[in-house]
């Protein structure tokens, strides 16, 4: 990394902007239907799900093969608290506010979606964690995660 790094000229650095995260899906009608009708996205003819700061790009996959969801990360003792990783795969996480979490998880059950793993909360370092997880019709892990510090 060190060798690449010395090759940038820092001065003219341009800026990224929003990232997009693009999904292969197995079948992009009914992904385009899960996102709306489930997750409340506004979809277009694209494959652009949005909803609020998620912007997810359905595109149909060649095979169904091609769809591949996040394995489960290795754990890491190198952390700055003592959490080592999580214990599901993720595809995607969403940063929610505390008090907004269980709210959407509810939201979503009630269009039919399917909840993973129900909100759970736990403590690393000074920060208290509460997340959940929302399987996608292909099994993509959509993380809802909220922090606050312990006070």
Known sequence: MSEFKAKI?????????????????????????????????KVDD????ERNGMIVLLQ???????????????KRTDYPTEWEGPEYGWDT??????DE????????????????????????????FKNSYIKDPDGYNIVLGSMREIQ
């Open 60 to 74: 149909q996959a060649n095979s169904s093969d091609d769809v591949r969801p996040n394995a489960l990360s290795k």
């Open 93 to 98: 996480f969403i940063h929610t506010s505390w």
């Open 9 to 41: 000229n820092t001065k003219n650095k341009g800026k990224f902007g929003k990232a997009i995260q693009v999904r292969l899906v197995s079948d992009l009608k009914k992904s385009q239907e899960y996102y709306r009708d489930v997750l409340g996205c």
């Open 101 to 128: 979490l269980d709210d959407l998880v509810e939201e979503v059950r009630g269009n039919g979606g399917h909840i993973a793993v129900e909100p759970f909360t736990d403590v690393h370092g000074k920060w208290e």
């Open 46 to 49: 694209w494959g652009h799900a």
